[in-house]
């Protein structure tokens, strides 16, 4: 079975500093995407980043950026020059890529973002 | 962008009385629906997996006969809590799969509240 672990409950970071979430993830499968999701207090679910695991190169979405290490299966989210508004529950996720497969959810990381 | 909406947003009711949730995929056709329910400040927990036409696969320790899901089209799921009580007080979020080119998205409603007093 896989699962995802989230080792840190809750983060802080200072308006305009990097901060980096991490998340570690257990699975057989050879090829699977991972996802990081973003929880703000509206409750709805944003995608923030995805990485497919065939692909060596790290995902980047302007200020979003994973590093993906396969053979340690790391999958850490660093976000650069933070927000205010990137304050939220941010959800590191699995799945397989066959069709309909479910999502695997870590525990979530609470990031709160001082200004 | 692809969207997924919940009715009602919140509901309160009262013990014993159930309550349906929709979850409706408005621009695309969705092969599989899943529901989760998220407590406060903890992870999703799906719930079950319904794909249209086809009974719901309910994940361990979920009792079909309290929640009941109905997959009546590629853009409709539903979530029935029957005989609701104040333990299934929670927030509910359905999720809808399509393909898009060669892999499978997915994309998230923005939940019920419910509240069962």
């Known amino acids: ?115 | 962008g692809a969207v997924v909406s919940q009715h009602p947003s919140w509901v309160i009711c009262k013990s014993g009385t159930s309550v349906k949730i929709e979850c409706r995929s408005l621009d695309f056709q969705a092969t599989t629906m899943f529901w989760y329910r998220q407590f406060p400040k903890q992870s999703l927990m799906l719930m079950a997996t319904s794909n249209e036409g086809s009974k719901a696969t309910y994940e361990q320790g979920v009792e079909k006969d309290k929640f009941l899901i109905n997959h009546a089209s590629l853009t409709l799921s539903t979530l029935t809590v029957t005989s609701a009580h104040p333990e299934d007080s929670s927030f509910y979020i359905c999720s809808a799969s399509r393909l898009a080119g060669d892999r499978y998205e997915q994309f998230f409603g923005p939940g019920t509240r419910l509240t069962v007093l």
């Open chain 1, 1 to 115: 079975a896989q699962t995802v672990t989230q080792s840190q409950p809750e983060m802080s970071v200072q308006e305009a500093e990097t901060v980096t979430l991490s998340c570690t993830y257990d699975t057989s499968e050879s090829d699977y995407y991972l996802f990081w999701y973003k929880q703000p207090p509206s409750r709805q679910m944003i995608l923030v980043i995805r990485q497919e695991a065939y692909k060596q190169q790290n995902a980047t979405e302007n200020r979003f950026s994973v590093n993906f290490q396969k053979a340690a299966k790391s999958f850490s989210l660093k976000i650069s020059d933070s927000q205010l508004g990137d304050a939220a529950m941010y959800f590191c996720a699995y799945r397989p890529v066959t069709s309909g497969s479910r999502l695997t959810f870590g525990e979530g990381t609470q990031l709160t973002v001082n200004p």
